[in-house]
Nanobody, 121 residues
């Protein structure tokens, strides 16, 4: 089995910072792309940032320059450093990992349980 465990969410004031972590564990053969997505009440789930297995990154326009995605392949972990947080960043944040399981040929997407980020004064 494969599990993704997220941590790092919480309540912060505007302008504050948080760092989210997501660690994959289990019968994993290899990990491809990783990313962070978020969903605010009344909104669709949207991509925040992604990072390939080669380290190439992409960010949504709304977070560009404020958020940084990174990964530690040795730890099967993806991070999201969030700076200069705004109330509009309030959402449940989910990590997504595309990986190949041991004894499987196909890659599949796995999702973390979600962590709440609330930015409010």
């Amino acid at each position: 089995q494969v599990q993704l465990v997220e941590s790092g969410g919480g309540l912060v004031q505007p302008g504050g910072s948080l760092r989210l972590s997501c660690t994959a564990s289990g019968s994993i053969f290899s990990i491809n792309d990783m990313g962070w997505y978020r969903q605010a009440p009344g909104n669709q789930r949207e991509s925040v940032a992604t990072i390939t297995n080669r380290g190439s990154t992409n960010y949504s326009d709304s977070v560009k320059g404020r958020f940084t995605i990174s990964r530690d392949n040795a730890k099967n972990t993806v991070y999201l450093q969030m700076n200069s947080l705004k109330p509009e960043d309030t959402a449940v944040y989910y990590c997504n990992v595309r990986l190949r399981r041991k004894s499987f040929l196909s890659e599949l997407d796995y999702w973390g349980q979600g962590t709440q980020v609330t930015v409010s004064s």
